[in-house]
Structures are given as structure tokens and as C-alpha cells.
């Protein structure tokens, strides 16, 4: 009983430790990705014309 829970404890605490590093990859890449198209939209906004 005691081998499980120890088994047990340690898959949990692997999969926290993937989907804390997952999290914090898609995170900086969404950032990244805001911040670029925000740029773009802003150094577009010159060459419209009304």
C-alpha cells in the first residue's frame, strides 16, 4: 500500500513539474507573439489613409 501511494506521489509531482514548464513556454510565446503584433499594428497605423 505504501510502494503505491509513494509511486503515486511521485507521477503527480512529475506531471506538475511538465505542466508548469509547458505553461511558462506558452505563456513567453504568446507574449512574444502580442508584443510583435502589436509593433506591427502600431508602425501600420502611418500608412492609412482617410
Request: glycine fraction near 16%; charged fraction near 15%.
Amino acid at each position: 500500500m505504501d510502494e503505491r501511494i509513494y509511486k503515486t506521489m511521485g507521477r503527480s509531482g512529475a506531471l506538475s513539474i511538465v505542466l508548469g514548464v509547458v505553461s511558462i513556454v506558452v505563456g513567453l510565446t504568446s507574449g512574444v507573439m502580442l508584443l510583435i503584433s502589436g509593433g506591427r499594428l502600431l508602425t501600420g497605423k502611418s500608412k492609412i489613409l482617410f
